[in-house]
C-alpha cells in the first residue's frame, strides 16, 4: 500500500514561506512541495494589508528604522541580529516580488505604493511612516498567487492535498517525511536530505481567531512529538480588529488610512492609551485597550465589542485635529472613493457577514486570535536548532509562520508576517538545497510509517466515547478564556489542566468514516490531536513567565522584568512529559527600554 | 431558527450512485453555509465530506452549488438563502466524495494560459521595480481578485458541454497578464486562446459573471479579449 519517493529537498506547505523556499531550492536540488491545500488555498492568501520594507518610496526611511520598530515592536525580545538581517533583506525582498511580477498599487510617479501601518515610524520625529507596500487590501492574495505562478512557471514539483503526517529522522538526522495522499488515502514516504517545515500557525485553538480551518499547529507538533524543542510560544497575537463575533479580519490598513475605534460612549479612546500614534499603536497595545474599554463598561450597548470607523467625515475630522497632512503639507481628506478603492474586501466582508457598510457605517470589532509568534526554532537562514547553544539539527529547516526565528519576539508588527515568510523561505530554500547537495541519503529504516499507522489506527479505533467536534470546541473556549488577552495565574493553571483531560478524553475518539478517498473526518480527528499537543505548550508556557511582555499580559505580573525573563523560552517533550528551557536574547544595538507609542 | 438542509451524498466506496440526505438543524440566519456544514459533520454525520480552509471567502476552497446555483459556501449565509437548502457539488467536474469534485481538470485548463508573469527585458539599472502608472495598474486591476473557485467555470453551459474548453476561469486569469503593462506574453497568450477550445466556445451565456463570488465581470473581462484578439490592441 505505502507508496515510496526520493526528493533531495521536500518542503512541507504550500503557503508563501513553502512556496519561496521550493522556488529557491529547485534552482539546485530535486526538490516537491507537498501541501495538505492546494497550494493557492493556502493561509498566506488571507493576509490583507502589506508588506514591510523601507523603500522610501513616499518618504524618507530607512532599513534602520524599520529594525527598530521591529525591536521595539517585540517589547525586547526579538533576536536582533536577524531583525537586522530581515529588515535590511526587506527592500530586495519587495523588488523581487515586482519583478515576479506582483501587482503592487502604484504612486503616481509608478513606484510601489506605501501606506502607515501600527508601529511603523520615523524615529526621528516619531509619527507614522509609509513602510507597508502593499496591493489594495489584498496583499496576500497577490503574493500567495505570484509565487505559486513562479513556480509553475520554473517547473516545481507539487504533491497537493497531501498531508504530512511524521518527519522520519535517522542517526540524530532528515530523512524523509511521511504523507498521506487525500484523494486515495494511501500512504507515501518520502525519502530526502532536507526538509523544510513552512505549515503556518496554530490560530484554530482559539475561539475567535481569524485563522484558516486549516491552522492546527502540524508542523510544530509533528517536530515535538521528535524531540524538538518550541520557542516563545506563550506568544500569540491578537489582532485589535477582527470582525465582532466571526474573527474575521479587518486589516490595520484601515486605520492606516485614517480609520479610528470609538467605545459605546462614542469616544475615540487610543488617545488615552497611546498619545502619539493613538490608533496605530502596536497590535498588542491596541487589543488591550479595546479589552479594556470593554471590562470598564464602555463596550456598545454593554456588549463585548466596539467600532471601527472609516467613514470618511469622522477620517477627516480626527484627521484635522491630528494634523495629518499629505505628503506634498495638503490637507488629508479621504473620499468614500478612495475607500473603495483602498479597502475593497473589507467592504466586502462587512456588507456580506455583518449587513453593514463601512461608507455609512461603522464595524463591530472585536480582538481575534491571528498569530503566532512562537514555533520551531531557527537562525536566520531557517537552519532549526535544537538547544539554548542553537545548534541546528541536520538537514530540517522552518520557515514563516510555523517558525519562530526569532524576528517578532513578544509582539509581531503589523506587515512583517508577510515578509517573514518571503525572506526566510528564501534563505531556507537556499540553505537546504546547499545541505542536500553535499549530504548522502540517509537509510530508510523498514518501518518508517509504522508510528504514523499505529496514530491512525487509533483513531480509528477509540472506545467513540468522545467526539472530535465537541472536544475542539471546548479547547477553543478554554484557550480563549483563560490564555487570551489578558492572562493570570490562576486560570492559565486550570486552563493547562484542562488541556491535559481533553489529551485524555482524545484517546476516547473515534472515527465513524472508515474508508480510504477523502477521509476528512480522520484527518481533523489527527488535527485535533496537535492542537492539543500545541496549546499544552502554550498553557504551560505562559503559566511559566511570570511577567508582562509584548502578546503575554499578565494581571499578577503587570510588568516587564527584563532582570529575570529577557530570555526566550524553550519547551522539550521529554517522553511525554513538557520540560522548560531558556536561551539567551541577542542584542546588538537597541538596549531594552520602556515601550511608549 | 429550523434550518433544513438537503444534502446530496456520494461515497465512492459504498455508493454505485449519489443520494440526498436530509438534515434539520438549530441554526441563525447569520450563519453561513458552511457553518451548517461543519455542524452536522461534527454532530450528526462525520463522514460528511467538502473542502474548506479560510471560512471567509478568500481561499476559494468551498465552491458548491447551493438552492441550484454556484457559491462559496464559507459565503454564503443562511439569511441569503433562506431556511430550505439544498447542497450539491458543482457540476462538469467528477464527483470524488460527497461535495468534493476533482479539481484537476480545472487547474490543468488554468495552467494553459501561461499563468505567470513573462517579462525577459533586463531589469531597470538600479535594480528597482519596474515602473507602472496608476492607471496601467488599474487596467488589470478587476482580473487579479480571482481565488481560482471555479465557481465560474462550473456555471459554463460551454464548459459542461465540452470539458476541453478552457473555460472563464483561466480566460480571467490570461486577461490579468494580457493587460498588465508589464508583461510581454500577450500575443502568445492570446494565441492560445484562439485555439478551438479556446474563447470562440464562450457563446455569452453571463452564467459565470452571476456565479464569481468576487464580483469580477467575467463576460466583460472575455470581451476584451475577444476585442484584443481582433484589434490586437490592448487598450
Ligand atoms: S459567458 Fe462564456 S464563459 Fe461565461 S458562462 Fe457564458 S459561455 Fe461560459
Ligand atoms: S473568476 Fe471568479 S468565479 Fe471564476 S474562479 Fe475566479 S473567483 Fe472564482
Ligand atoms: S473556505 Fe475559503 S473560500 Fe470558502
Same mark, same amino acid.
Given at each position: ?12 506547505? &504550500? ?47 530607512? #532599513? ?24 535590511? +533583506? ?17 504612486? #503616481? ?6 501606506? #502607515? ?113 518550541? +520557542? ?34 462614542? +469616544? ?20 488591550? &485597550? ?142 537546504? &538545497? ?23 489506527? &487509533? ?132 538596549? #531594552? ?5 | 431558527?429550523?434550518?433544513? =438542509? ?25 450563519? $453561513? ?30 465552491? =458548491? $452549488? =447551493? ?62 521595480? $519596474? ?105
Amino acid at each position: 500500500m505505502t507508496k515510496n519517493h526520493q526528493f533531495d529537498v521536500v518542503v512541507v506547505g &504550500a503557503g508563501g514561506a513553502g512556496l519561496m523556499a521550493g522556488l529557491y531550492a529547485s534552482k539546485t536540488a530535486k526538490t516537491a512541495v507537498i501541501s495538505k491545500l492546494y497550494p493557492t488555498r493556502s493561509h498566506t492568501g488571507a493576509a490583507q494589508g502589506g508588506i514591510g520594507a523601507a523603500l522610501g518610496n513616499i518618504e524618507e526611511d530607512k #532599513p534602520e528604522w524599520h529594525t527598530y520598530d521591529t525591536v521595539k515592536g517585540s517589547d525586547y525580545l526579538g533576536d536582533q541580529d536577524a531583525i537586522e538581517f530581515m529588515c535590511e +533583506e526587506a527592500i530586495n525582498a519587495v523588488l523581487e516580488l515586482e519583478h515576479m511580477g506582483l501587482p503592487f498599487d502604484r504612486t #503616481p510617479d509608478g513606484k510601489i505604493s506605501q501606506r #502607515p501601518f501600527g508601529g511603523h515610524t520615523n524615529n526621528v520625529t516619531g509619527k507614522p511612516v509609509r513602510r507597508a507596500a502593499h496591493a489594495a487590501d489584498r496583499t496576500g492574495h497577490m503574493i500567495l498567487q505570484t509565487l505559486y505562478q513562479q513556480c509553475l512557471k520554473n517547473k516545481v514539483n507539487f504533491l497537493d492535498e497531501f498531508q504530512v503526517l511524521d518527519f522520519i529522522m535517522v542517526n540524530g538526522k532528515t530523512a524523509g517525511v511521511v504523507a498521506v495522499e487525500l484523494s486515495t488515502g494511501e500512504l507515501h514516504v518520502i525519502h530526502a536530505k532536507a526538509v523544510i517545515f513552512a505549515t503556518g500557525g496554530h490560530g484554530r485553538i482559539f475561539e475567535v481567531t481569524s485563522n484558516a480551518y486549516a491552522y492546527t499547529g502540524d508542523g510544530a507538533a509533528i517536530l515535538l512529538r521528535h524531540g524538538i524543542p518550541l +520557542e516563545d510560544m506563550e506568544f500569540f497575537q491578537f489582532h485589535p480588529t477582527g470582525i465582532y463575533k466571526l474573527g474575521i479580519l479587518i486589516t490595520e490598513g484601515v486605520r492606516g488610512e485614517g480609520g479610528v475605534l470609538i467605545n459605546g460612549k462614542g +469616544e475615540r479612546f487610543m488617545p488615552k492609551y497611546a498619545p502619539s500614534v493613538k490608533d496605530l499603536a502596536s497590535r498588542d497595545v491596541v487589543s488591550r &485597550a479595546i479589552y479594556t474599554e470593554i471590562k470598564e463598561g464602555r463596550g456598545v450597548n454593554g456588549k463585548n465589542f466596539v467600532y471601527l470607523d472609516i467613514r470618511p467625515e469622522t477620517v477627516n475630522k480626527f484627521a484635522a485635529e491630528d494634523g495629518r497632512t499629505n505628503i506634498d503639507g495638503s490637507k488629508y481628506n479621504l473620499t468614500a472613493e478612495q475607500v473603495l478603492a483602498k479597502l475593497p474586501d473589507i467592504i466586502d466582508f462587512c456588507r456580506v457577514y455583518l449587513g453593514v457598510d463601512p461608507v455609512t457605517q461603522m464595524m463591530p470589532i472585536q480582538p481575534t486570535a491571528h498569530y503566532t509568534m512562537g514555533g520551531i526554532p531557527t537562525n536566520k537562514f531557517g537552519e532549526v536548532v535544537i538547544d539554548d547553544k542553537n545548534t541546528p539539527f541536520p538537514g530540517l529547516y522552518a520557515a514563516g509562520e510555523c517558525a519562530c526565528v526569532s524576528v517578532h519576539g513578544g509582539n509581531r508588527l503589523g506587515t512583517n508576517s508577510l515578509l517573514d515568510l518571503v525572506v526566510f523561505g528564501k534563505y531556507a530554500g537556499l540553505k537546504a &538545497a546547499e545541505y542536500a547537495n553535499q549530504a548522502e541519503f540517509e537509510k530508510l529504516p523498514a518501518d518508517s510509517e509504522s508510528a504514523t499507522k499505529a496514530q491512525l489506527e &487509533a483513531l480509528k479505533n477509540g472506545s467513540g466515547r468522545e467526539n472530535v467536534f465537541k472536544l475542539s470546541n471546548e479547547l477553543k473556549k478554554v484557550m480563549f478564556a483563560d490564555v487570551g488577552i489578558y492572562r493570570n495565574e490562576k486560570d492559565m493553571l486550570s486552563a493547562l489542566e484542562k488541556v491535559r483531560e481533553l489529551k485524555a478524553r482524545f484517546k476516547d475518539v473515534t472515527v465513524t468514516d472508515t474508508g480510504r478517498i477523502f477521509n476528512t473526518e480522520l484527518l481533523n480527528a489527527w488535527e485535533l490531536g496537535n492542537m492539543l499537543d500545541v496549546a499544552e505548550v502554550i498553557a504551560m508556557s505562559a503559566a511559566n513567565r511570570k511577567e508582562s511582555r509584548g502578546g503575554h499580559s499578565r494581571e499578577d505580573f503587570p510588568d516587564r522584568d527584563d532582570k529575570n525573563w529577557l530570555k526566550h523560552t524553550l519547551i522539550w517533550n521529554k517522553d511525554g512529559k513538557l520540560e522548560i528551557g531558556y536561551k539567551p536574547v541577542t542584542i546588538t544595538k537597541h538596549q #531594552p527600554k520602556a515601550r511608549v507609542y | 431558527m429550523e434550518i433544513t =438542509i438537503k444534502i446530496f451524498r456520494y461515497n465512492p466506496e459504498k455508493d454505485k450512485r449519489g443520494h440526498y440526505e436530509v438534515y434539520h438543524v438549530e441554526g441563525d440566519e447569520n450563519d $453561513r453555509v458552511l457553518d451548517i456544514l461543519e455542524y452536522i459533520k461534527g454532530n450528526h454525520d462525520g463522514t460528511l465530506s467538502f473542502r474548506r480552509s479560510c471560512a471567509h471567502g478568500v481561499c476559494g476552497s468551498d465552491a =458548491i $452549488r =447551493i438552492n441550484g446555483r454556484n457559491m462559496l459556501a464559507c459565503k454564503t449565509l443562511v439569511r441569503d438563502v433562506g431556511e430550505k437548502i439544498t447542497v450539491e457539488p458543482v457540476l462538469g467536474l467528477k464527483i470524488v466524495k460527497d461535495l468534493i469534485v476533482d479539481m484537476e481538470p480545472f487547474f490543468d485548463n488554468y495552467k494553459h494560459v501561461l499563468p505567470y508573469f513573462i517579462n525577459n527585458s533586463p531589469l531597470p539599472e538600479d535594480g528597482r521595480e $519596474r515602473l507602472q502608472s496608476p492607471e496601467d495598474r488599474a487596467r488589470f486591476d478587476e482580473t487579479t481578485k480571482c481565488i481560482l473557485c471555479a465557481c465560474c467555470t462550473t456555471s459554463c453551459p460551454s464548459y459542461w458541454a465540452n470539458g476541453n474548453y478552457y473555460g472563464p476561469a483561466s480566460i480571467v486569469t490570461a486577461h490579468r497578464f494580457i493587460f498588465d503593462s508589464r508583461d510581454e506574453a500577450a500575443a502568445e497568450r492570446l494565441q492560445i486562446l484562439s485555439e478551438t477550445d479556446g474563447i470562440a466556445r464562450c457563446h455569452t451565456a453571463y452564467n459565470c459573471t452571476e456565479a464569481c463570488p468576487r464580483e469580477i465581470k467575467i463576460t466583460k473581462v472575455i470581451g476584451e479579449v475577444k476585442m484584443a484578439m481582433v484589434t490586437g490592441k490592448l487598450d
